[in-house]
């Protein structure tokens, strides 16, 4: 049920009250509220989505990725104490993967949601990852699918993609940037945010997880009252600086086109939901387990 332009109005007014009253005693000027922070408001909250791909099984039995399961579930949980209502699938072939994100661009709750996270998980390669018939699915159309041509709904909301994946075996084209209809910015709004560097692996326990998805889920769910998602990202990078472990590898941010402050939880409003949701909160220590042995991918 859509709302009616009265509580549209009132939606509005709660967030630059909140804005305003807690910025205010941070001597912010107003402008920074409204130019410089993505708007999100209660009613964006409960309209949250998201989109899950996790490629365990392989048509090549040798190539299936054995611990992926506990990364999925530690996503599952981080996107449900954060609002996200998930679309997730499983094992899905190259062609499956396009075809999910062509029907996720065009599900009904885009056009209220404040945002929206991506995660893929997989084998891959330099630019690609793999789909359970190992054959190749390039990163490219993710942007492609979601930007501002082919995805109006999601125009001027941050748009996060989370890739698992290695990209080479070391220790395309961007898109046009101006779209001619309407003179807008066809892809914005993106951040990325990958395993590891270009040209080198990405490691994965059979046990656990990835130390990657442990650390994601253990820094957003503890900073999501405090940082905006590029600082929350940075401090997931630091966690690797001097991880106690032979298999080195160190995330990274790309395509970084955000030109705001992406709060999960902006204002004051933030802190209520995450004492709220505190109690349901499971974060993962993975230092433990950090010499035990570990698979690419």
């Given amino acids: 049920i859509k709302p009616s332009h009265g509580n549209q109005n009132k939606q509005r007014l709660w967030w630059t009250h909140y804005h305003v009253s807690s910025l205010r005693l941070l001597n912010f000027p107003l402008n920074y509220i409204f130019f410089q922070i993505y708007p999100v408001t209660e009613y964006s909250i409960s309209n949250r989505i998201a989109l899950l791909i996790n490629i365990r099984h392989f048509y090549d039995l040798k190539s299936n990725r054995h611990g992926a399961e506990y990364d999925a579930q530690a996503v599952l949980n981080l996107l449900y104490n954060l609002g996200y209502a998930v679309v997730y699938y499983q094992d899905l072939t190259a062609q499956e ?32 990852i793999r789909g359970s018939d190992l054959k190749n699915f390039e990163i490219d159309k993710i942007y492609e699918r979601l930007n501002t041509k082919n995805c109006p709904a999601l125009m001027n909301k941050p748009k996060v993609i989370i890739i698992q994946a290695c990209r080479g075996e070391n220790t395309g084209p961007p898109s046009k940037n101006i779209a001619k209809v309407g003179k807008v910015h066809i892809e914005k709004d993106f951040i990325g945010f990958h395993s590891s ?12 997880g990835s130390n990657f998805f442990h650390y994601i889920c253990d820094v957003i769910l503890t900073g999501c009252c405090q940082d905006d998602i590029e600082e929350l990202f ?55 387990a950090s010499q035990k042995p570990v698979f690419t991918c």
């Avoid at 209220?112 to 995660?119: C, K, L, P, R």
């Avoid at 940075?234 to 970084?256: A, I, L, Y």
């Avoid at 933030?270 to 993975?286: D, E, F, K, N």
């Fill in 197 to 208: 560097t270009p040209h080198t692996y990405s490691y994965r326990n059979p046990e656990y």
């Fill in 97 to 128: 993967i396009d075809e999910a994100l062509i029907r996720f661009s065009k599900h009904r709750k885009l056009f209220n949601t404040d945002s929206v996270f991506v995660v893929l998980m997989s084998h891959g390669d330099l630019g690609t």
């Fill in 234 to 288: 940075k401090k997931v990078m630091q966690q690797f600086e001097d991880f106690p472990s032979e298999q080195k590898q160190m995330p990274t941010k790309e395509r970084d086109t955000l030109t705001k402050h992406f709060y999960l939880f902006p204002g004051k409003y933030h802190c209520l939901v995450c004492a709220s949701t505190g109690p349901q909160i499971q974060t993962y220590s993975v230092k433990k």
